[in-house]
C-alpha cells in the first residue's frame, strides 16, 4: 500500500477536524500508517510510533518512535487521544487482557485488519475478521471506513473506528 492509498484508507471525520492530540501506533512497523495519521493531525500533535522492530526513522511531524513489545511491554506514554492498530491487532493472541490495558488510555480505536477467519501462520496468527471485531466491542460505537482487497489474495481490509 502507498502513503496515498493509507491516508485515504483512514479518512474519517474524526482525524480530518482533530484538534492538537496525542496518537499511539501500536505495531508501526515502517510507519506507514503513522505517516498517515500524521497527515491528518495539525502541528504540536504528537504520535507514539510503538513495534518491536520498528523503523528508525519515520517522516512526519511530531512522531517519536518506541522499540517495545506492545501486549506485553508497559507503555511510554500516558492517556492519549486515540491508538491505530494497524495489521497488528491479530498478532494479540489475549485480546481481552490486552483490550482492558487500552481502555486505560484512551477510548477511540482505529483498527487496520484483515477480514478473514482462518489463521494464516506467521502473518496472521489471531486473526480479526469484521464480525469478531463488533464481538470484542460489545458496549462501543463501531464504524466501517473502507474496505479494500488485500494484497496477499487472503480475503480484504478494512478499517474501523471504534468510539465510546
Not at 1 to 12: G, W
Not at 108 to 137: A, G, N, Q, R
Amino acid at each position: 500500500m502507498q502513503l496515498s492509498e493509507a491516508i485515504q484508507f483512514i479518512q474519517c471525520d474524526i482525524l480530518q477536524h482533530a484538534p492538537v492530540s496525542k496518537w499511539a501506533d501500536l505495531g508501526c512497523g515502517s510507519g506507514l500508517f503513522s505517516m498517515a495519521l500524521a497527515h491528518y493531525l495539525p502541528e504540536g500533535s504528537t504520535i507514539y510510533a510503538v513495534d518491536h522492530k520498528p523503523a528508525t526513522r519515520i517522516p512526519g511531524h511530531g512522531i517519536e518512535i518506541f522499540e517495545l513489545d506492545f501486549v506485553f511491554d508497559p507503555f511510554p506514554f500516558g492517556a492519549v487521544d486515540g491508538i491505530l492498530m494497524a495489521n497488528s491487532l491479530h498478532y494479540v493472541k489475549d485480546k481481552p487482557a490486552f483490550l482492558q490495558k487500552l481502555k486505560r488510555y484512551c477510548s477511540t480505536l482505529l483498527v487496520i485488519e484483515y477480514d478473514i477467519e482462518k489463521p494464516v501462520p506467521t502473518w496472521v496468527p489471531y486473526p480479526v475478521s469484521y464480525s469478531k471485531l463488533t464481538t470484542c466491542f460489545p458496549d462501543k460505537q463501531i464504524k466501517k471506513l473502507r474496505e479494500r482487497p488485500s494484497a496477499y489474495g487472503q480475503g480484504n481490509m478494512y478499517a474501523a473506528l471504534i468510539s465510546s
